[in-house]
C-alpha cells in the first residue's frame, strides 16, 4: 500500500484529550494512511488509550519514549517514523472538521510550491469577541514565502500558524529537525525558515477546535517563551537579510522597536496584576535586548 498522508501525534498525560483527537481522526472523511502516536512517557493511562487504536486508524502506530525528551526531539522522532509524502502534525487534544485531511491534502495537491497548509482554528473565545472563537486570517489559498514571512510573521511574538500543519515531507528532508533550543515554539522557527525555501498555503476555514484546557488560560507570562520568539525573530532576520548588510540593519532597527513596544504591554500587564516579579522581568528583557554585548542583541544600540 503506497502511503501518501502520514499523521503523527505528540502526547504527554493527556490520555482524556488523546482519545477525543483520535475520535475525530477516525471520522475523517479522507483518513490518513497512516498515524504515528508519540508519547513523551506519560505517567498517567495514554498507553492505554493509544492501545485501543490498533486496527481502528489506518497504519496505526504507539511509541513510547523511555524518558520525557521535550517536545521539539518527541516531534522530531514522531516525523521521522512517518514514510508518507505529506505530514500532518496534529495535537493531542484538539478535534477536526472531518473534512481537515481532504481539505490539506487538496491544498497541497493543488499548490506544489507550498511547503506546508494551514488552515484557520475555531474554539478560542479569549482571542475574539465574536464570531464564537473562530478564528480566520487574511491570507491567500497560495502566499510566496518570503511574502508570507515579512506579512504574517516577521517583528512579531506571536504567529498565525497554530502548531497544527500539513507539510511536505521534502520540505522536512531539507529542514529537520526542529530547534531544541526555541523548546515548544520550536515549530515557529521552523515555519519561518519553510517561508525561505517554499511558499505557504492556507484553507480559510476553522477546521481545528483548540484544545480549552486551564493550562492554555494561564494569565502568567512565560518568559521563557518570549526569549525564545526573540532570538527567533533575530536568527531569522540574518537568515532572510544577511546577504544585504543595510537591509538587515533597517530590519533589526524595526524589530527593536517592536520588541520594546511588546515589553511596554507586558511592562503594563504586570503591574496590573500587581506582579512585580513580572514587572522587574520586563525591564530586565528591555535593558538586555537593546545592549549590543547581549548575545542576542547585536544591533539593538539604535
Known amino acids: 500500500m503506497t502511503v501518501k498522508v502520514s499523521v503523527c501525534i505528540t502526547t504527554y498525560n493527556r490520555a482524556?484529550?488523546?482519545?477525543?483527537?483520535?475520535a475525530s481522526l477516525a471520522a475523517q472523511t479522507r483518513l490518513p494512511d497512516e498515524v504515528v502516536v508519540s508519547d513523551n512517557c506519560s505517567t498517567d493511562d495514554t498507553k492505554a488509550v493509544a492501545l485501543q487504536w490498533v486496527g481502528r486508524l489506518p497504519g496505526f502506530q504507539y511509541f513510547r519514549n523511555s524518558a520525557n525528551l521535550g517536545m521539539p526531539r518527541n516531534l522530531n522522532l514522531a516525523i521521522g517514523r512517518t514514510?508518507?509524502?505529506?505530514?500532518?502534525?496534529?495535537h493531542d487534544a484538539d478535534t477536526f472538521a472531518p473534512t481537515l485531511i481532504e481539505r490539506w491534502e487538496s491544498a497541497l495537491d493543488a499548490h506544489p510550491s507550498?511547503?506546508?497548509?494551514f488552515s484557520g482554528v475555531g474554539g478560542w473565545q479569549e482571542r475574539t469577541r465574536q464570531g464564537g472563537g473562530v478564528i480566520l486570517h487574511d491570507v491567500d489559498p497560495l502566499t510566496p514565502g518570503r511574502s508570507f514571512y515579512e506579512r504574517h510573521l516577521r517583528h512579531r511574538f506571536s504567529s498565525i500558524v497554530w502548531g497544527t500543519v500539513?507539510?511536505?515531507?521534502?520540505?522536512y528532508d531539507l529542514l529537520l529537525p526542529f530547534d531544541e533550543q526555541f523548546g515548544y515554539i520550536s515549530?515557529?522557527?521552523?515555519?519561518?525558515r519553510m517561508c525561505y525555501h517554499f511558499d505557504v498555503a492556507y484553507v480559510r476555514e476553522p477546521l481545528i477546535l483548540l484544545d480549552h484546557t486551564p493550562q492554555f488560560r494561564s494569565k502568567n507570562v512565560n518568559w521563557d517563551m518570549v526569549e525564545w520568539a526573540h532570538r527567533i525573530q533575530l536568527l531569522n532576520l540574518q537568515r532572510f537579510y544577511?546577504?544585504?548588510?543595510?537591509?538587515?540593519?533597517?530590519e533589526f532597527l524595526a524589530h527593536?522597536?517592536?520588541?520594546?513596544?511588546?515589553?511596554?504591554?507586558?511592562l503594563v500587564g504586570r503591574l496590573r496584576h500587581l506582579d512585580w516579579s513580572g514587572a522587574r522581568r520586563s525591564i530586565e528583557m528591555w535593558r538586555a535586548w537593546s545592549d549590543a554585548s547581549h548575545p542576542y542583541g547585536t544591533g539593538f544600540n539604535g
Open 166 to 171: 500539513m507539510a511536505r515531507r521534502g520540505a
Open 114 to 117: 507550498a511547503g506546508f497548509v
Open 242 to 250: 544577511g546577504r544585504d548588510p543595510a537591509r538587515l540593519a533597517s
Open 187 to 192: 515549530d515557529v522557527d521552523m515555519w519561518m
Open 83 to 90: 514514510v508518507g509524502s505529506y505530514i500532518a502534525n496534529l
Open 16 to 22: 482524556k484529550g488523546l482519545e477525543q483527537t483520535l
Open 256 to 266: 527593536q522597536a517592536a520588541a520594546r513596544r511588546f515589553l511596554a504591554r507586558r
